[in-house]
């Protein structure tokens, strides 16, 4: 863990009742917690593991996170448009289990719960490409947490009670199993009200901050504003070996300790948001020397994460 210092500061943001006034984002922004979360889980009637539908919600225990259900289904993975890439092909055939997603990405104030409970270290930086004061400011605590290694995501998403999802998980998420669609929210271009990205915002914005960039299951935010980490570790070539059930992505081998990230950030062009593109990133290399960054892995000011949960 960090210094002291450190965990005060974010402690006084926990304690400060505030809220954004950043006014970036246009669209009108989903409801986010404002307050510690109760010790019961708040769960929609009809969204009970036994009997959830498609787009259900509950909201989770530990950070109060709003969840979509996500059910059992089969959907073709990989790119087939003009953009696609070589490590988004071949185009297959992928059938998971129903799991519970993350409807946004993790903010400043769900992840300082974890710092305050001792479980996650704080973001290596506290700033954001053009604020210097970003996670202990009260006006960005429902903006995406930044400057997170693959590490962090993963420690968060265990105090929550959660797992990253995989990379199969993600697009699944994000595409649904009607079609081959580009994007979220179809075949249609981004543009400034259904996502952030390409500088037009600048910076980070608001999570939920463009309900018409929704996925076919209602999930907000999957493309644009932060990549979001995902539990596997990449490989150019995986798709032509992979399994058909609940894949789980390759083990390090040779590919080093990669882990791929997914949707395209604020600074990245229309391709990168497509459901299909694959980025990477390095994980923690824990064999590593102590002071190097591939022991700490790599985080910046592009890459925050979101959580998934099993039925």
Not at 17 to 36: E, R, Y
Not at 41 to 51: F, G, Q
Not at 267 to 295: C, H, I, Q, W
């Amino acid at each position: 863990m960090k210094k002291v210092y450190v965990v005060l500061a974010v402690l006084t943001l926990i304690a400060t009742a505030c809220g954004s006034s950043s006014g970036q984002a246009k669209p009108t922004p989903i409801n986010l917690p404002t307050a510690l979360p109760t010790q019961e889980v708040a769960t929609n009637p009809t969204a009970r593991p036994d009997n959830a539908k498609a787009g259900d919600e509950r909201s989770a225990k530990a950070d109060g996170m709003a969840q979509v259900f996500i059910p059992d289904g089969s959907f073709q993975m990989g790119g087939v448009d003009s953009d696609a890439q070589p490590d988004e092909k071949p185009l297959h055939k992928v059938t998971l289990t129903g799991f519970w997603m993350d409807k946004v990405e993790v903010t400043n104030y769900m992840y300082s719960l974890c710092v305050q409970a001792g479980a996650c270290d704080p973001p290596h930086e506290f700033k954001s490409a053009t604020r210097d004061n970003y996670f202990t400011s009260p006006d960005f605590k429902d903006y995406p947490v930044i400057y997170v290694s693959w590490q962090d995501a993963n420690n968060y998403c265990t105090w929550a009670g959660r797992r990253l999802p995989t990379e199969a998980e993600w697009e699944y998420a994000a595409r649904g199993s009607a079609d081959y669609r580009r994007f979220p929210w179809g075949e249609d271009s981004p543009t400034n009200s259904l996502a952030n990205y390409d500088y037009q915002f600048g910076d980070t914005t608001r999570v939920g901050s463009f309900p018409g960039g929704a996925s076919p299951f209602g999930v907000l935010d999957l493309a644009g504003n932060v990549w979001e980490w995902v539990a596997d570790f990449y490989s150019p070539t995986y798709y032509s070996g992979a399994p058909e059930a609940n894949p789980t992505g390759p083990v390090a081998g040779a590919n080093g300790p990669r882990k791929v990230i997914r949707g395209g950030s604020w600074a990245d062009g229309f391709k990168e948001l497509r459901v299909s593109n694959r980025g990477f990133s390095l994980a923690p290399d824990l064999t590593a020397d102590s002071k190097s960054e591939a022991y700490m892995g790599q985080a910046n000011d592009r890459i925050g994460f979101r959580c998934a949960a099993n039925k």
